[in-house]
């Protein structure tokens, strides 16, 4: 919030005072989530509503460049640059389903800015970058970051099951040591082993 006051002589203080009010709100929600979360309270649309707002704040800070510097401002700022990687950030919430909703929210809230709000404002003759056939190319970039996440959340959620088998498999071989097999059958086999847990006492047992 103090640096997008800091920018204020430079990007004008309209739009600064819009920025820092948009990152209060946003801190205030968190700090919210973080108190109820703290208190034991979770629901699993909280996960969505993050990557909703997380998703959404480059659309206000559109919003916003054109209410304070115009339309050709709003759709070259560098701000927006980052729409992707915060779609793809909804990655780290492990879940292929938030990834992919916010690519899609991403490519909606751009096309329905550009052509509801900014397109207007344009006129005929405007950049090449900023005519329809290449906001409709940022919008399909902007799916395939939520593709992107997509897969990433498919390989965090990968290696966690990974990580979680051999916690559980170091866990028993810690506790067991194996002897002779004793015999085995469609449904396994059987060792005779001595459980030894930490500070406890050892005793024969018929592994599975």
Avoid at 85 to 109: D, K, N, T
Avoid at 137 to 149: C, D, E, I, V
Wanted: glycine residues 10%; charged residues 10%.
């Amino acid at each position: 919030m103090l640096i997008a006051l800091g920018l204020g002589p430079q990007i004008g203080w309209a739009l600064a005072g819009g920025l820092a009010g948009l990152l209060a709100m946003v801190v205030a929600y968190y700090i919210a989530v973080h108190q109820a979360v703290s208190r034991g309270w979770y629901h699993p649309a909280v996960a969505w509503a993050n990557v909703f707002i997380e998703t959404s704040i480059p659309m206000v800070v559109m919003l916003l460049d054109f209410r304070a510097r115009g339309a050709i401002y709003a759709l070259t700022a560098p701000p927006l640059v980052v729409w992707g990687a915060l779609i793809c950030f909804s990655a780290l919430r492990a879940s292929r389903s938030l990834s992919i909703a916010a690519g899609v929210l991403g490519a909606v809230e751009y096309l329905v800015v550009y052509f509801a709000v900014l397109r207007g404002s344009l006129g005929d003759d405007v950049l090449l970058t900023l005519t329809p056939a290449f906001i409709a190319t940022r919008a399909f970039f902007l799916l395939a970051s939520g593709a992107a996440g997509s897969l990433l959340a498919h390989h965090f959620l990968q290696k966690a099951t990974q990580a979680l088998q051999a916690v559980r498999a170091a866990d028993l071989l810690s506790k067991y040591f194996l002897h002779e097999k004793l015999g085995e059958g469609g449904m396994g086999e059987v060792y005779r082993a001595t459980y030894s847990p930490e500070g406890g006492f050892e005793k024969a047992v018929a592994l599975k």
